[in-house]
């Protein structure tokens, strides 16, 4: 078994560390995307105010709302990330010839291919996800707490059948190019730094937060609005694509309407992928020892130094 396996798994943990540790600003960073409404009493007017507010009314648990389909969300949006792009950097390589980094063009070939398919494998877990974050679209507000993402899920298919659950998901595939980019600028980082010096857990926490900083500030107006397109809209307020979501939110709150929730999201972003870059690299060595253990690959044999 190649190493694929155990990238994914890696990854998969990795993303789960990040998630746990960063939700809080996942949760305020979605509520404050989704609301149109600023002049409301109840609107959240920045990331603290947010913060403050959600704890007033909802308890520690509303930082919290949605966590477990968050976590299953992110292991298998890695998981499949994390497979893909070793699958199609390893055909690479090969055809390049043992020891040559990929150059810029085919990290993002990889990271195209591979974003496609987590988008299309995952995207009615994060519909899904938003819906119990932002607790719009819930049957049911006031029964939002106790809603989880199995009756949410079922809620969508009954009500808006499969199409619900893959609301937005233009936008996603659009948004494939975060994680290009975000891969991309992190891969040329990480061989311009191997070329100096073997790189530490620090770096690869450096790097991780570099590069999703540069991803997120370049594609956070399509996160807005596929986060709003997910969520439950009727009448004018739905967006019938995404150019008709451009249109109408700056329409109605100016361009400052596309970056709505920004600075928790970058803070977020920044920290989640710093802390997945480090996890999964220290996860991958464990990962492929597990696959060991169970005889899923064979152990890697180092020649012997000449003498």
């Known amino acids: 078994m190649s190493d694929n396996v155990a990238h994914a798994l890696s990854g998969a943990g990795g993303g789960i560390v990040s998630m746990a540790l960063t939700y809080p600003l996942v949760s305020i960073s979605s509520r404050l995307q989704v609301q149109k409404n600023d002049a409301s009493k109840d609107a959240y007017k920045n990331t603290l105010d ?25 292991a298998i949006t890695n998981g499949v990330y994390y ?56 049957e049911g507000d006031e029964k939002a707490p106790q809603a989880n993402a199995f009756s949410v899920g079922a809620q969508i298919l009954k009500t808006e059948g499969i199409a619900g659950l893959y609301a937005g998901v233009r936008a996603a595939l659009v948004l494939v190019i975060n994680p290009i980019i975000q891969y991309t600028v992190f891969e040329q980082v990480k061989n311009k730094v191997s070329k100096h010096k073997t790189p530490g857990n620090l770096d690869f926490f450096l790097m991780g937060a570099l590069s999703k900083l540069c991803a997120t500030a370049i594609t956070y107006p399509y996160i807005v609005i596929k986060s709003r397109m997910q969520v439950s809209q009727q009448g004018d307020e739905k967006y019938s694509s995404i150019l008709d979501g ?25 920290l989640s992928a710093a802390f997945l870059f480090l996890a999964k690299e220290v996860l991958f060595d464990w990962s492929v020892w597990v696959l060991v253990l169970l005889g899923a690959r064979k152990a890697r044999i180092t020649a012997p130094a000449k003498a």
Do not use: D
């Open 246 to 270: 451009f249109k109408k939110i700056i329409a109605s709150e100016g361009v400052t309407g596309l970056y709505k929730g920004i600075s928790s999201k970058i803070v977020q972003s920044v």
């Open 83 to 138: 497979y893909c792009y070793e699958a199609v950097k390893a055909i690479f390589e090969k055809a390049k010839g043992k020891g040559k980094p990929m150059s810029t063009g085919e990290s993002m070939l990889s990271g195209a291919i591979a974003g496609c398919a987590v988008v299309m494998a995952t995207h009615p877990i994060w519909t899904v996800n938003t819906r119990l974050t932002v607790k719009k679209g819930v």
């Open 50 to 74: 947010a913060f403050v507010k959600i704890l007033a009314k909802e308890g520690p648990k509303g930082l919290y709302s949605g966590l477990s389909s968050g976590i299953f969300g992110i």
